[in-house]
C-alpha cells in the first residue's frame, strides 16, 4: 500500500487529499492472473469448476492462493468465482431457512438494521451462520463443506479462520449504502481511526476477508455490490472514505458485475464499496454475506459454537460413515462452525500437550469423528473442553 496523508505515522482525516488517492487508483496493476478465466470491468473472474484439479493439487492449490491474495494486496482488491456453488440446491435450501427466520424475527418486532444504510430498507439477518446451523444442520453441513469457500478465506488468513455471514435481502426499490471500508476499521468514527497508527491501518485490512455469495441472480439492476476496484492501495483510505469528496469520486467512477445464483465474490475490506440501490420491480436480491475473520483478530459476531458443533456433528458422522462427505469436505463444515484456534484458554487447566498449543475445538470435533463418539460423548468432551477455558 502507498503510505501517503500521514502526519508523524499517523492517519488524519483533514491531511487526505483526493488527487493522492486518484494517483493510487491510476497506478493500479491487474498483474498476473494465471488461473483467471475473464475479467470483467478490470475484476478477475476464475471458472470453478474449471479449478477442481486445480484445488485438489498441493502446489497448484498454493498457487492460485498465491495469485488471489496479490489481487487483494496489491491487484484490483477483488475477485470473482464463478459457479462456486455449481449445484445450487443447497443454495435454495438455505434461502428457504433464511425466509422463514427473517418472518420469524419480523413477527417478533426485529427491524433488521443494517450498517452504512437506513434502517428498515433491507431485510437482514444478524449471525446467520449460527441461525442456519441450528435451524438446519444438514443444509449447513452440505453448504459449508464447499471447496472453493474455503480456499479463499485460507488464501487471505491461513488456517483456524472464524466464519460469520450475515444475510441481507435487498427488495425492489432497496436503496444503496454509503461508500465504506468494512471491519475493524471501518467500524470506527473518523476520531477513532485516527487513533491507531499507520501501521495499524496497513493490518486492519489483512484481519478480515469480506465475501459474498449470490442466493439469486443479480443483474447490474438489481444493484450487485459497487465497487472501486484498487482503492485498497490507499493506505489512509480508514480515514479518508467519510470525506464528501471521496465518496463523490465514488459514485462517479464505482463499477458493478453481475452475479448468477451460486457464484460468490470477496475482497479486502480495505476495498471502497457499497451495496447497490435495487431498481427493479420484481427481483429481490439476496446474499449472505460472508465476514471471515483471521485466528489472530475478533470476530464480529459472538456465535454459541458449542450449540453450532452440537448440531452438525451428527450429520456429519453420518456423512463420514456412509461416503457421502470426504474429509476435506468435512474439515471445511467443522471451519465453519467450530472454533480454531485454542487461544485464550486457562492453562492451569488446559496447558499445551505435545506443542505449543492446547486442543481447539474443531480438533476435538476430528478426534471425535475419528473415535466415533456418539452425540452424548460429544457434548460430554465439549463441556469438559469448555471447562478447562474457564478461570
Same mark, same amino acid.
Given at each position: 500500500?502507498?503510505?501517503?496523508?500521514?502526519?508523524?505515522?499517523?492517519?488524519?482525516?483533514?491531511?487526505?487529499?483526493?488527487?493522492?488517492?486518484?494517483?493510487?487508483?491510476?497506478?493500479?496493476?491487474?498483474?498476473?492472473?494465471?488461473?483467471a478465466?475473464?475479467?470483467?470491468?478490470?475484476i478477475?473472474?476464475?471458472d470453478?469448476?474449471?479449478?477442481?484439479?486445480?484445488?485438489?493439487?498441493?502446489?497448484?492449490?498454493?498457487?492460485?492462493?498465491?495469485?488471489?491474495?496479490?489481487v487483494?494486496?496489491?491487484?484490483?482488491?477483488?475477485?470473482?468465482l464463478?459457479?462456486?456453488?455449481?449445484?445450487?440446491?443447497?443454495?435454495d435450501?438455505?434461502?428457504r431457512?433464511?425466509?422463514?427466520i427473517?418472518?420469524?424475527?419480523?413477527?417478533?418486532?426485529?427491524?433488521?438494521?443494517?450498517?452504512?444504510?437506513?434502517?428498515?430498507?433491507?431485510?437482514?439477518i444478524?449471525?446467520?451462520?449460527?441461525?442456519?446451523?441450528?435451524?438446519?444442520?444438514?443444509?449447513?453441513?452440505?453448504?459449508?463443506?464447499?471447496?472453493?469457500l474455503m480456499?479463499?478465506?485460507?488464501?487471505?488468513?491461513?488456517?483456524c479462520?472464524?466464519?460469520?455471514?450475515?444475510v441481507?435481502?435487498?427488495r425492489p426499490?432497496?436503496?444503496?449504502?454509503?461508500?465504506?471500508?468494512?471491519?475493524?476499521?471501518?467500524?470506527?468514527?473518523?476520531?477513532?481511526?485516527?487513533?491507531?497508527?499507520?501501521?495499524?491501518?496497513?493490518?486492519?485490512a489483512?484481519?478480515?476477508?469480506?465475501?459474498?455469495?449470490a442466493?439469486?441472480?443479480?443483474?447490474?439492476?438489481?444493484?450487485?455490490?459497487? *465497487?472501486? +476496484?484498487? @482503492? $485498497?492501495?490507499?493506505?489512509?483510505?480508514y %480515514?479518508?472514505?467519510r470525506?464528501? &469528496?471521496?465518496r463523490?469520486?465514488f459514485?462517479?467512477?464505482?463499477?458493478?458485475?453481475?452475479?448468477?445464483?451460486g457464484?460468490?465474490?470477496?475482497?479486502?475490506?480495505?476495498?471502497?464499496?457499497?451495496?447497490?440501490s435495487?431498481?427493479?420491480?420484481?427481483i429481490?436480491?439476496?446474499?449472505?454475506?460472508?465476514?471471515?475473520?483471521?485466528?489472530?483478530?475478533?470476530?464480529?459476531?459472538t456465535?454459541?459454537?458449542?450449540?453450532m458443533?452440537?448440531a452438525?456433528y451428527?450429520?456429519?458422522?453420518?456423512?463420514?460413515r456412509?461416503?457421502?462427505?470426504?474429509?476435506?469436505?468435512?474439515a471445511?463444515a467443522?471451519a465453519?462452525?467450530?472454533?480454531?484456534?485454542?487461544?485464550?484458554?486457562n492453562?492451569?487447566?488446559?496447558?499445551?500437550?505435545?506443542? *505449543?498449543? +492446547?486442543q @481447539? $475445538?474443531?480438533?476435538?470435533?476430528?478426534? %471425535?469423528?475419528?473415535?466415533?463418539? &456418539?452425540?452424548?460423548?460429544?457434548?460430554?468432551?465439549?463441556?469438559?473442553h469448555?471447562?478447562?477455558?474457564?478461570?
Amino acid at each position: 500500500m502507498t503510505h501517503d496523508s500521514q502526519s508523524g505515522g499517523w492517519y488524519r482525516e483533514l491531511d487526505c487529499r483526493l488527487d493522492d488517492f486518484v494517483k493510487v487508483l491510476s497506478e493500479g496493476d491487474i498483474g498476473t492472473t494465471r488461473y483467471a478465466a475473464d475479467f470483467v470491468e478490470r475484476i478477475p473472474v476464475y471458472d470453478c469448476p474449471d479449478l477442481a484439479g486445480v484445488l485438489s493439487d498441493e502446489v497448484q492449490r498454493s498457487r492460485l492462493q498465491a495469485e488471489w491474495a496479490r489481487v487483494l494486496r496489491e491487484g484490483a482488491g477483488v475477485f470473482i468465482l464463478r459457479q462456486a456453488f455449481a449445484d445450487t440446491q443447497c443454495i435454495d435450501e438455505a434461502t428457504r431457512v433464511f425466509e422463514i427466520i427473517i418472518r420469524s424475527e419480523k413477527a417478533q418486532g426485529s427491524k433488521g438494521g443494517d450498517h452504512f444504510a437506513r434502517a428498515g430498507a433491507n431485510d437482514r439477518i444478524w449471525n446467520a451462520q449460527e441461525k442456519l446451523c441450528l435451524a438446519a444442520p444438514e443444509v449447513f453441513a452440505e453448504y459449508f463443506s464447499n471447496q472453493v469457500l474455503m480456499a479463499a478465506a485460507e488464501a487471505w488468513l491461513g488456517p483456524c479462520y472464524q466464519m460469520t455471514s450475515q444475510v441481507n435481502v435487498v427488495r425492489p426499490g432497496g436503496e444503496a449504502q454509503q461508500p465504506h471500508r468494512d471491519y475493524h476499521l471501518g467500524f470506527q468514527s473518523s476520531e477513532g481511526a485516527e487513533r491507531y497508527p499507520a501501521d495499524v491501518h496497513g493490518m486492519s485490512a489483512l484481519l478480515t476477508l469480506q465475501g459474498a455469495v449470490a442466493h439469486s441472480d443479480m443483474p447490474v439492476e438489481s444493484g450487485p455490490t459497487k *465497487l472501486l +476496484p484498487f @482503492s $485498497q492501495r490507499y493506505a489512509a483510505g480508514y %480515514a479518508a472514505w467519510r470525506r464528501a &469528496d471521496f465518496r463523490d469520486y465514488f459514485e462517479r467512477h464505482y463499477v458493478q458485475a453481475p452475479l448468477a445464483k451460486g457464484d460468490a465474490i470477496f475482497f479486502s475490506p480495505a476495498l471502497h464499496h457499497s451495496a447497490g440501490s435495487n431498481v427493479t420491480a420484481d427481483i429481490h436480491r439476496v446474499a449472505n454475506l460472508l465476514q471471515i475473520s483471521s485466528a489472530f483478530g475478533r470476530a464480529m459476531e459472538t456465535l454459541d459454537r458449542t450449540r453450532m458443533c452440537e448440531a452438525v456433528y451428527p450429520v456429519l458422522r453420518e456423512r463420514m460413515r456412509n461416503g457421502r462427505m470426504q474429509p476435506a469436505e468435512i474439515a471445511a463444515a467443522i471451519a465453519a462452525c467450530a472454533e480454531g484456534y485454542p487461544f485464550p484458554t486457562n492453562l492451569d487447566r488446559d496447558p499445551p500437550l505435545g506443542g *505449543l498449543a +492446547p486442543q @481447539s $475445538q474443531s480438533e476435538l470435533m476430528q478426534r %471425535a469423528l475419528h473415535d466415533d463418539c &456418539d452425540l452424548t460423548e460429544l457434548s460430554r468432551r465439549l463441556k469438559e473442553h469448555a471447562w478447562k477455558r474457564s478461570t
